[in-house]
């Protein structure tokens, strides 16, 4: 039992002076949220600015600039010519252009949008088309047949996009601990003669593995703990659900991952292959498993195969939980899914061990 | 005698064989190491010391034959020897980011008792480092520490697998006043060299390991006296001669250059007939070089080729 205890001390000690591993487990994994929330961040505060020129159009244009400036996600602005306008959205500090005829012209409203931000334009176009119909219809003086009654229900949150991205990053982290901090360290300590080490000591071998196994346990909590900790407080991610089951499920990833990261140990003779082999079976999972974004993006011929990955229902239990607060049971299909892969992996891993 | 012998002896080896693939390591060797002793194994790189030792630690498997370690049977119960033995590897890492009493405590806790952590330190004189990483330490240091890891858990029989390797004069000699204090305190020291003088400085008994075979196994004095034709006495000749051959206990002389080198059972006989034929006037010679036969002679003898080659 003293030995058991004193890996995953001793063991926890040498990852806390590893400068190489604190990056890759706890500063990499902030940086690269930083980083995401600054490239697709920007719309969670929705608005778009509107550059409107009017080309002398009369009562209509005078209505529809007051209707338009009633839109609370439009901040419209007034341009007085159109060239100056479609500069403006060249250069992407506006998201549409509406151009208003003058009066009596045959010439239609026309709306121009930025074609390098597509999502934000087609939102932007859709809730002006909306507006402009709701204007034709109020012109013609026809009360609209079908009227739509939103009520927000209360509980529902909105769900911004630092909530969505932090479980995917926390997954993220677990996989990585796995893929790439096992399998760097096992290799190491078996080139090294580290290993044959301790197989030179009475100390039943099972009793040192699996306290290398609860080091990687721990050390992933305390990378999880920075991360939500710098998530919710500098990013400010919203962690809707349990912490403790957040937990629960992150350590039982951590430790699916771990199997695997031992398989692949025993692939390799030097931690560089080893390395290297664990980020080609975790990047294009990363990109895969919806762990940055949602894995609709990915086209649908890809989604039977983002089903198979054991990431997947990792970041599907976190997500849920941490963004819509759902309990676990949904997500325990998955979960043993991922089970099955850490439980086949480290059987495997037991299998093929080497010493030395 | 030999009844007597097996029942003193803590390790007993019968025509241990061990081959990996086509190419056989350890070549159906015997040998018993007696309570107390040192026991070396001398012999070049790829002799089979270190399998033969690894064999004895329960480490490998052999492939014939038979090695009781500590009165149990290392094919039976690799681990119940493993808890009776301290083990020194060759060349085997340390957890770099530990420091030298963190690493004694995890190897500590491999073992169901041990010895206190600063207590290993001070014996083999690590407590300046006692709380530096063990990536800081020099060779003679990291070496030292390997030899602490074999000593915590208070084994009364040590291996030692080219313990000195790699380390200058002053840092082997300081092992080796270790390593004779494990035998002062009564412990079995088992140890694999390719040094000759370690083995003879330190050991009480000695193998002679070439080609998987041991060649001899006696103590380095009769190693050499068996193994050897004699003392070498080598003198200058400055003016006149005699016949060197039929000097008291000389036994052959070579004459070449001025220089006359005699092999003798005797040396002191024959530096005495010398000293007379000097004051007589016969012969005046320059320097006189008295020189031992060493194991490394022994080795020659033995196997046909240098230590080190």
């Known amino acids: ?356 | 005698m030999s009844a007597l012998r097996a029942a003193e002896s803590i390790v007993s080896v019968t025509d241990l064989y061990k081959r990996y693939g086509p190419v056989v390591a350890v070549d159906r060797i015997s040998f018993t190491v007696a309570r107390g002793e040192i026991f070396g194994i001398l012999g070049p790189n790829g002799a089979g010391k270190t399998t033969t030792l690894e064999t004895l630690e329960g480490l490998r498997r052999p492939d014939g034959g038979q090695a009781v370690v500590g009165g149990i049977d290392v094919r039976r119960d690799p681990r119940g020897v493993r808890a009776r033995i301290g083990v020194q590897l060759q060349e085997a890492g340390f957890f770099e980011r530990l420091t030298v009493a963190e690493t004694l405590e995890l190897f500590g806790s491999f073992h169901r008792t041990h010895l206190p952590v600063d207590g290993v330190i001070a014996r083999l004189q690590l407590q300046e480092k006692r709380g530096a990483a063990v990536e800081t330490l020099s060779g003679g240091q990291r070496q030292r520490l390997s030899v602490a890891t074999a000593l915590i858990n208070d084994p009364p029989l040590i291996f030692l697998d080219e313990p000195t390797t790699g380390l200058d004069p002053q840092a082997r000699r300081n092992l080796w006043e270790v390593i004779a204090g494990f035998r002062a305190e009564g412990r079995t020291v088992i140890l694999t060299t390719h040094y000759m003088e370690e083995a003879q400085r330190l050991c009480d008994r000695v193998a002679i390991m070439d080609h998987g075979r041991i060649a001899a196994m006696d103590s380095p004095r009769e190693l050499i006296r068996r193994h050897t034709p004699g003392t070498t006495v080598a003198l200058t000749v400055m003016e006149g001669g005699a016949a060197y051959a039929g000097l008291p206990g000389v036994q052959r002389a070579e004459a070449s250059n001025g220089e006359v080198v005699m092999t003798t059972t005797d040396p002191v006989v024959t530096v005495n007939a010398l000293m007379e034929l000097a004051r007589d006037g016969q012969v005046q010679f320059q320097q006189l070089r008295v020189e031992e036969a060493t194991l490394e002679d022994v080795f020659l003898e033995l196997t046909g080729h240098l230590l080190r080659e």
């Not at chain 1, 809730?127 to 509980?155: D, H, M, S, W, Y």
């Not at chain 1, 140990?265 to 975790?282: Q, R």
Request: net charge positive; glycine share 10%; charged share 15%.
């Open chain 1, 1 to 356: 039992m003293r030995a058991f205890l004193l890996t995953i001390v001793m063991g926890f000690r040498m990852y806390l002076r590893d400068r190489s591993s604190l990056f890759w487990g706890m500063a990499f994994p902030v940086i690269l949220m930083g980083l995401i929330g600054l490239a697709f961040g920007r719309t969670e505060s929705l608005t778009f600015r509107v550059a409107f020129v009017d080309q002398g159009s009369g009562p209509l244009g005078l209505g529809l600039r007051a209707g338009l400036a009633q839109v609370p996600v439009f901040i419209v602005s007034d341009v007085p010519d159109e060239a100056a306008a479609l500069d403006l959205l060249r250069k992407g500090q506006r998201t549409l252009v509406v151009v208003v005829p003058p009066f009596g012209s045959p010439a239609p409203l026309r709306v121009f949008f930025d074609q390098a931000r597509v999502q934000d334009s087609r939102t932007a176009l859709v809730i002006l088309e909306r507006f402009v119909a709701e204007a034709n219809l109020q012109i013609a003086g026809v009360k609209p047949a079908v009227e739509i009654q939103a009520t927000g229900i209360a509980g529902a949150r909105e769900v911004r996009f630092f909530d969505f991205l932090l479980p995917g990053i926390l997954a993220m982290t677990v996989m990585q601990t796995g893929l790439q901090g096992v399998t760097w360290v096992v290799t190491g300590y078996r080139q090294r003669l580290i290993l044959k080490r301790v197989l030179a000591t009475p100390v039943h071998p099972f009793v040192f593995l699996s306290g290398l196994v609860a080091r990687y346990a721990v050390t992933n909590i305390a990378q999880l703990a920075v991360v939500v900790l710098i998530g919710v407080g500098v990013f400010g991610a919203r962690i809707v659900g349990s912490l403790g089951v957040l937990t629960v499920v992150g350590l039982f990833g951590a430790l699916a991952f771990v199997g695997m990261g031992f398989a692949v140990s025993t692939w390799s003779k030097t931690p560089e292959s080893a390395n290297l082999l664990g980020s080609v079976i975790s990047f294009p999972m990363l990109f895969l498993a919806g762990t940055l974004w949602p894995r609709d993006f990915m086209p649908a011929f890809m989604q039977p195969v983002i089903a198979l990955l054991p990431l997947t229902p990792l970041v599907e239990a976190m997500r849920g939980v941490a963004t819509r607060g759902d309990a676990v049971t949904p997500y325990l299909g998955g979960l043993a899914y991922l089970g099955l892969w850490g439980l086949l992996t480290f059987a495997l891993a037991v299998w093929r061990f080497k010493w030395e």
